[in-house]
């Protein structure tokens, strides 16, 4: 079993819509929590963080953290074209040296 | 400009030809780190740096090595390539241990195929 899943997708949605991007873990350690924003042909980019358990909001995206079920989860709402991309979520224990990453969602917002 | 750059950004080569991917980074960061990125099996770390002489092995160390004479400087050596070392490789850095408010800045990727 791997120590993070994500469903590679693609998932398919329309300008507007609400996504729901989500990762599950089996590291109860881990306590620092990030999704990074892949475009094609190009590295990751940090677009969110949380520490611990709980929401964090950024504009149009939020993040979600619930510790007790090891689930963690990204929302986008009113999406748009240019949000298609590879979403990777990424987390990290306390006094570790590395992270952790998923293996990316695809995400396609269609106009 | 902040950034992380990586040379070659395609190669294509054969097996057994030694060969060496350059990454340097202008932010003064201490942690340095190697990712191949696969289908299926996202981002794995080869090697990670948390400081100038100072490496570590990540989830995949096999057939790679790493120096860190220089903190801006951080290459990563395919002594005899294979085959199954085709893949997209990037190089990232960040001002510590990544994690939280400590992003991680990765380059733009290496595609590297291997005959």
């Known amino acids: 079993q791997k120590e993070v899943e994500q469903d590679p997708g693609p998932l398919s949605v329309p300008e507007g819509a609400i996504v729901s991007l989500n990762c599950t873990y089996s590291?109860?350690?881990?306590?620092?929590f990030m999704w990074y924003r892949q475009y094609s042909r190009k590295g990751p980019e940090l677009l969110m963080y949380?520490?611990?358990?709980g929401n964090k909001e950024d504009g149009r995206f939020t993040a979600q953290v619930d510790k007790s079920s090891k689930y963690i989860s990204l929302f986008i709402r009113d999406s748009q074209p240019s949000d298609s991309a590879t979403y990777l979520c990424?987390?990290?224990?306390?006094?570790?040296?590395?992270?952790?990453f998923g293996t990316g969602t695809r995400l396609l917002v269609s106009p | 400009e902040a950034q992380v750059t990586q040379n070659p950004r395609y190669l294509i080569t054969v097996t057994g030809k030694k060969l060496t991917v350059t990454c340097s980074q202008n932010?003064?960061?201490?942690?340095m780190s190697w990712y191949r990125q696969d289908p299926g099996l996202g981002l794995r770390q080869i090697y990670y740096?948390?400081?100038?002489?100072?490496?570590d092995k990540g989830d995949v160390p096999e057939g790679y090595k790493v120096s860190r004479k220089e903190k801006r400087n951080f290459p990563l050596i395919l002594e005899s390539p294979s085959p199954n070392q085709t893949s997209l490789y990037f190089c990232?850095?960040?001002?510590?241990?990544?994690?939280?408010?400590?992003?991680?800045?990765f380059g733009d990727g290496t595609r590297l195929s291997i005959l």
């Open positions: 949380t520490y611990s358990s």
């Open positions: 990424a987390m990290r224990g306390t006094g570790f040296q590395k992270l952790v």
């Open positions: 990232a850095s960040s001002l510590s241990n990544p994690g939280g408010n400590q992003p991680q800045h």
């Open positions: 740096s948390m400081n100038v002489e100072v490496t």
């Open positions: 932010m003064n960061h201490e942690y």
């Open positions: 590291n109860s350690a881990f306590q620092y």
